[in-house]
C-alpha cells in the first residue's frame, strides 16, 4: 500500500450547478494502473491548494472548459470560448510545482492545451474554423467513439509505451495546440496535421495527450498504457 504513488486530481468544474465534479474514469484509471488518486480542491485559497497538492507524487490535469485566450495573448474569436478563471490560476501554480519538483505530470485534452500554454504555446481556438479540411474532433458525450487515427512520432516516449506506428483514438475536442512550446516535443499527431501529444525532456514524466484514455481505459490497452506509465514514474522510489 505504501507504494502506490498519490495523485492529485484536477476537478473539473460546472458553472451551471456551481459544483465540482469527475469523470469516474480518470479516478478508475489511476487505480487500475497502481496508483493512489485524491481530488485537489478547486479554491480560490492558493495556500489551501498547494497545501493538498505537497503530499502528491503525480499531478493529472484533466479537460473541461476552454483555456483563456489571454493567457496566450488573444482576444477570444467566437462566443463558444467557454473557460474556468479558476482552473487557470491554480493549474498554472500545480505545473509551476510540479516541474519544480519533478513530479509526474499528465496532461489531458485541455490538460495537453493548458500545458502548452503555461510554457509559451498557443492554441486553435477552434479547429473546424482554423484548420484546412479537418477531422472530425469533437464527439459528443457519452458515447466514445474512434473518431480518427493518431501517428506516434518514431524515438519518442509514447512511441516506446505504445509500440504502435499508428493508434485509433476518441477524441472530444474543439480546440487544439497550434504552436507548440519551446520546451515541448511533438509525439503524435492526427493525420490533418493537429498536434495529438507531446513531452518535455529531461524530466521524470511530463506528458500531455489530447484524446480521452480515462474513457477508453477499460477497452483499450493502448490507453490503460498510458496511465501505467504515468503511475509508475510517479512512484517515490524512481
Given at each position: ?26 479516478i478508475d484509471g489511476i ?78 485534452c485541455r490538460g495537453l ?59 472530444f475536442q474543439h480546440q ?63
Amino acid at each position: 500500500m505504501q507504494n502506490k504513488p498519490i495523485i492529485g486530481v484536477m476537478p473539473l468544474w460546472d458553472e451551471q450547478k456551481k459544483s465540482v465534479w469527475i469523470h469516474s474514469g480518470y479516478i478508475d484509471g489511476i487505480i487500475k494502473a497502481g496508483g493512489a488518486p485524491v481530488l485537489l480542491p478547486l479554491t480560490e485559497d492558493e495556500e489551501v491548494f498547494c497545501r493538498a497538492l505537497e503530499v502528491c507524487d503525480g499531478f493529472l490535469i484533466t479537460g473541461g472548459q476552454d483555456v483563456s485566450p489571454k493567457l496566450y495573448g488573444e482576444s477570444a474569436k467566437s462566443d463558444n470560448i467557454n473557460t474556468c478563471p479558476l482552473r487557470d490560476k491554480l493549474e498554472a501554480v500545480a505545473i509551476k510545482i510540479a516541474l519544480e519538483r519533478d513530479m509526474a505530470l499528465l496532461g489531458i485534452c485541455r490538460g495537453l492545451q493548458f500545458l502548452n500554454v503555461s510554457l509559451g504555446g498557443t492554441l486553435y481556438q477552434d479547429i473546424p474554423s482554423e484548420v484546412e479540411e479537418p477531422l472530425v474532433h469533437l464527439h459528443t458525450p457519452p458515447e466514445n467513439p474512434v473518431t480518427h487515427d493518431v501517428v506516434i512520432e518514431p524515438d519518442t516516449p509514447l512511441a516506446s509505451v505504445i509500440q504502435e506506428q499508428k493508434i485509433h483514438v476518441n477524441s472530444f475536442q474543439h480546440q487544439g495546440v497550434k504552436e507548440l512550446s519551446s520546451k515541448l516535443k511533438c509525439m503524435a499527431r492526427a493525420t490533418d496535421g493537429v498536434l495529438e501529444a507531446a513531452y518535455m525532456t529531461g524530466k521524470r514524466f511530463v506528458w500531455g495527450v489530447q484524446w480521452h484514455p480515462e474513457m477508453s481505459y477499460q477497452t483499450d490497452e493502448n490507453s490503460l498504457k498510458i496511465f501505467r506509465a504515468f503511475v509508475s514514474c510517479a512512484k517515490k522510489d524512481k
